[in-house]
């Protein structure tokens, strides 16, 4: 079981918006910024928003991120086939004084 | 640009044990921390510990604890990371990715080194 928990699935027709929930507690995303990934199995995964909101070189801000109490949320806008992938959320856990991730979300894009 | 470079593929037998290398390049190796985190084939991406290559301090996950060590050779930007007592739950794809120092998130990630662990 994960520390964080997400949605296991979602999907969205091309051009549509979605969001993606990631809940934890205040030993989490409560007290610490939250990270989001992308991952294609066979690749590396690869960061998307780090400090709850910002966004490192590179990334469309189609991406977006969010938090409010213990639960943070990835938004993602006019969504492109190619964004179909896994989405991981990721955050500091100051009671088990370890990285957590949430379980992940399989987004498919129809 | 960043790159982690890691060792490939490995099968291994219950019981023994397995060392991942990672090769550091295109940033100072020692001013960031390098993390390791697993995923097991259906399942979600696990975070196993970090290293600061400077000092060589570790902090490794309790699920971990007394099975992995991670070291370094900073003379050649090396980290490893290894895992011994293994059995078949241990197989997975093992990552490397930095992690800039005092900071949770990881900006740049190695390509994977798929551990089997089967008899």
């Known amino acids: 079981q994960s520390v964080l928990t997400q949605p296991p699935s979602m999907s969205a027709a091309p051009g549509q918006n979605v969001t993606i929930s990631c809940s934890g507690s205040s030993s989490n995303v409560g007290n610490n910024y939250v990270s989001w990934y992308q991952y294609l199995p066979g690749t590396a995964p690869k960061l998307l928003i780090y400090d709850t909101s910002k966004r490192p070189s590179g990334i469309p801000d189609r991406f977006t991120g969010s938090t409010s109490g213990t639960s943070a949320t990835l938004g993602i806008t006019g969504l492109q086939t190619g964004d179909e992938a896994d989405y991981y959320c990721g955050t500091w856990d100051n009671s088990l004084s370890a990285g957590v991730f949430g379980g992940g979300t399989k987004l498919t894009v129809l | 640009q960043v790159q982690l470079v890691q060792s490939g593929a490995e099968v291994k037998k219950p019981g023994a044990s397995v060392k991942v290398s990672c090769k550091a390049s295109g940033y100072t190796f020692s001013s960031s921390d390098v993390n390791w985190v697993r995923q097991a084939t259906g399942q979600g991406l696990e975070w196993m510990g970090w290293?600061?290559?400077?000092?060589?301090?570790?902090g490794y996950a309790q699920k971990f604890q007394g099975r992995v060590t991670m070291t370094r050779n900073t003379s050649i930007s090396l980290a490893y990371m290894e895992l011994s007592s293994l059995r078949s739950e241990d197989t997975a794809v093992y990552f490397c990715a930095r992690g800039p120092r005092g900071q949770s998130y990881l900006d740049s990630w190695g390509q994977g080194t798929l551990v089997t662990v089967s008899s």
């Open positions: 290293m600061n290559p400077n000092t060589g301090d570790t």
